[in-house]
């Protein structure tokens, strides 16, 4: 599977808009060195992250799955030439924690935040400086 550094247009075209208007959905890889996925419109993050490991057994998506942190932003048009602006940020919750109960490191939840935030700030998307939304959800934290 692809991995990205940046944000990109192409990026936002091809994933964005993910079960919410303008919302872009990344798995970030903590595993050895931080590693960006998109998820796909199509895909549930528990499919992609089964594909990711090449596994169907729950218990080795869960205790693998630790390291791989879901990641939310929300883009959206900022009215200036068909451009968008990266508006918010929601990490920690998809439904590879809800519905398969994978369960993250607090600290695991601080990285891949900070990395949402760097892969967009380093991107070809303006990034506003007041967001709609800078959350961590920590409900399915480990710790």
């Given at each position: 599977?692809?991995?990205?550094?940046?944000?990109?247009?192409?990026?936002?075209?091809?994933?964005g808009?993910?079960?919410?208007?303008?919302?872009?959905?990344?798995?970030?890889?903590?595993?050895?060195?931080?590693?960006?996925?998109?998820?796909?419109?199509?895909?549930?993050?528990?499919?992609?992250?089964?594909?990711?490991?090449?596994?169907?057994?729950?218990?080795?998506?869960?205790?693998?799955?630790?390291?791989?942190?879901?990641?939310?932003?929300?883009?959206?048009?900022?009215?200036?030439?068909?451009?968008?602006?990266?508006?918010?940020?929601?990490?920690?919750?998809?439904?590879?924690?809800?519905?398969?109960?994978?369960?993250?490191?607090?600290?695991?939840?601080?990285?891949?935040?900070?990395?949402?935030?760097?892969?967009?700030r380093?991107?070809?998307l303006?990034?506003?400086?007041?967001?709609s939304?800078?959350?961590?959800?920590?409900k399915?934290?480990?710790?």
């Amino acid at each position: 599977m692809k991995t990205y550094d940046r944000l990109t247009e192409e990026l936002r075209r091809t994933y964005g808009d993910r079960k919410i208007p303008g919302r872009l959905s990344i798995l970030v890889d903590l595993c050895a060195q931080p590693l960006i996925y998109a998820v796909p419109r199509e895909i549930e993050h528990i499919n992609f992250v089964k594909e990711l490991l090449g596994t169907d057994e729950t218990q080795e998506v869960r205790e693998r799955g630790t390291l791989l942190v879901p990641s939310h932003i929300d883009i959206q048009p900022n009215g200036q030439n068909f451009h968008y602006l990266v508006c918010g940020f929601l990490t920690g919750v998809s439904g590879l924690e809800i519905a398969f109960g994978v369960r993250h490191p607090r600290e695991a939840l601080k990285r891949a935040h900070e990395q949402t935030k760097t892969f967009t700030r380093i991107g070809e998307l303006s990034v506003t400086t007041t967001f709609s939304e800078d959350k961590i959800n920590y409900k399915y934290a480990l710790d």
